[in-house]
């Protein structure tokens, strides 16, 4: 008679600390987390920092640049408050070719300005009057995810514009939900809005995804609802959306 047997069993690989990651310092606890880099060569593995893989392999690290210019009909310091409004570290950068920081400052268009969010997100004015404003990021998790708040807010800037106390709760929500179908669009690809049924539809690649809009009593949207047979591009409208929530109702 032959009886199955089930043991758990968790393989344990053994690997070098090379480089800065190997100092006293992330040794000093045996539980201690170590975060790097693993590289395998010839069965063995190494751990080590990004920034030394070039010092003990072949490897090259790099970085991807996005630019993407949006059209902006408001005065840039009017943008430049709303982004100090939603995030903490918001920098103005005195870029412009006049060398005159107060008419820069008050929002005027013969220059170039520039405004950075953390290290890398930066908004750029054109200072041609075109009308437009260059967004501009190093790629990565955090800096997409600002990155897609500021087209958003750049978006509810030019949509709700001085007559916005007159429109009343169904006109208040068409009008976030163009701006989140615009993003989504932006960011994901193809949409579609149902406005009775208030719900946007976006295909990726072949994959829909279904996001139905909440209206409270004021008119506003209040929660989306998302839906998607693939679960992680679903995550990742639903992170968006929820940092784009965040924006409008910050504003």
Not at 40 to 61: E, P
Not at 171 to 195: C, M, N, P
Request: glycine letters at 12%; proline letters at 1%; aromatic letters at 4%.
């Amino acid at each position: 008679m032959t009886e199955e047997v089930l043991i758990a069993h968790a393989p344990k690989r053994k690997g070098g600390l090379y480089g800065s990651i190997s100092g006293a310092s992330n040794l000093t606890k045996p539980t201690k987390r170590v975060q790097g880099v693993v590289v395998k060569k010839n069965g063995h593995l190494s751990v080590m920092n990004q920034d030394d893989l070039g010092l003990y392999t072949k490897l090259q690290t790099g970085s991807v640049t996005q630019r993407q210019s949006i059209l902006y009909n408001g005065k840039f310091k009017d943008l430049r408050l709303s982004l100090e409004m939603t995030f903490d570290d918001v920098f103005f950068v005195d870029g412009g070719e006049s060398g005159d920081d107060d008419s820069q400052r008050d929002g005027n268009h013969g220059s170039h300005q520039m405004v950075r969010i953390g290290e890398n997100v930066t908004v750029t004015s054109d200072g041609g009057g075109s009308g437009r404003v260059v967004l501009e990021w190093v790629s990565g998790s955090s800096n997409d995810l600002i990155a897609d708040a500021v087209i958003a807010l750049i978006l509810l800037e030019n949509d709700f514009g001085e007559d916005d106390d007159e429109k009343d709760g169904a006109g208040a929500k068409d009008d976030e939900i163009r701006v989140l179908e615009r993003v989504l669009h932006s960011q994901f690809g193809e949409t579609r809005v149902d406005d009775k049924a208030g719900k946007i539809f976006v295909e990726v690649e072949g994959r829909h995804v279904i996001v139905e809009c909440v209206v409270k009593g004021g008119g506003e949207i209040a929660e989306v609802r998302v839906t998607c047979a693939d679960g992680v591009l679903k995550g990742r409208v639903e992170k968006a959306l929820e940092r784009l929530l965040r924006c409008m109702r910050k504003r």
